[in-house]
């Protein structure tokens, strides 16, 4: 009888668990095992609940992109979650991380025309890595194996063209988008010096700002980038066509 919870349970498989989970993120380089211990016997690797997603950098773009030339012409597959649900409930490997704009137009399962367990998301008005993005990749490259990060602007983007207007006149946005603004602001003012539009510049800057912050995020996206076990590439979606353009 547990004395906390009043029931006839046993703990001990909630102490494993949280044993196994431990020696999964150690494994994982996240956690450093205190020295005077006895290193804890490896457990046999689990096979990933979908092989289909063990895939090299390129090939996982390459996937990437052909879902969304499905995704343009009309042709998305259909992704029925009752077959896939037994397999995810154990784990998860997704064969790309995509780090998008909030913008409710932007859906980047839909634009790449992937299943549950396929893509890990990250969203925030701008598309921009905070502590707390680079954080969720860091878990998604060290724990989950995924072999890419997308960082995914797109046109006619809110949060870019706000910025731009706050910095143009100087003036102070409300409540707390004053933060946003200054997660943008080095895009806009890289952006003041390019010919063109203005907007499109900045939120092209904006992806790549980002896409050389997280490839030399250290210590853990920097050494998967450069060990080639990731690739981190930035893309920009065209709202009218669906279409996402990368980014040289
Ligand atoms: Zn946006």
Redesign the pocket.
């Known amino acids: 009888m547990c004395e906390f919870c009043n029931h006839s349970i046993h703990h001990t498989p909630i102490a494993r668990r949280h044993v196994l989970k431990f020696a999964a993120a150690a494994a994982a380089g996240l956690v450093v095992a205190p020295q005077a211990e006895a290193a804890p016997p490896k457990a046999p690797p689990k096979a990933p609940p979908k092989p289909e997603n063990v895939l090299s950098p390129d090939d996982a773009l390459k996937r990437l992109m052909e879902g969304n030339a499905r995704y343009v012409a009309g042709v998305s597959r259909r992704h029925d979650f009752t077959h896939e649900r037994e397999s995810l409930s154990t784990g998860q490997n997704p064969f790309a991380a995509v780090l998008s ?3 409710s137009r ?1 859906a980047p399962e839909y634009c790449f025309d992937v299943a549950r367990g396929d893509v890990f998301v990250c969203r925030v ?3 921009f890595a905070n502590d707390d993005i680079v954080a969720s990749l860091e878990y998604a490259v060290a724990v989950l194996n995924t072999p890419l990060i997308m960082v995914l ?2 046109d ?5 063209d706000a910025t731009i207007k706050s910095v143009k006149d100087n003036t102070t946005l409300p409540g707390h988008l004053p933060a946003l603004v200054e997660a943008l602001r080095p895009a806009v003012e890289a952006a003041k010096s390019e010919p063109g539009d203005m907007l499109a510049n900045a ?1 092209r800057r904006n992806v790549a700002l980002n896409v050389g912050k997280l490839a030399n995020a250290v210590p853990i996206l920097k050494a998967a980038a450069d060990d080639k076990k990731i690739r981190v590439v930035g893309g920009v979606y065209e709202l009218k066509t669906g279409k996402v353009q990368l980014l040289a």
């Open positions: 704009c909030a913008d932007i008005a701008g598309n602007g797109h006619a983007c809110g949060a870019v939120i």
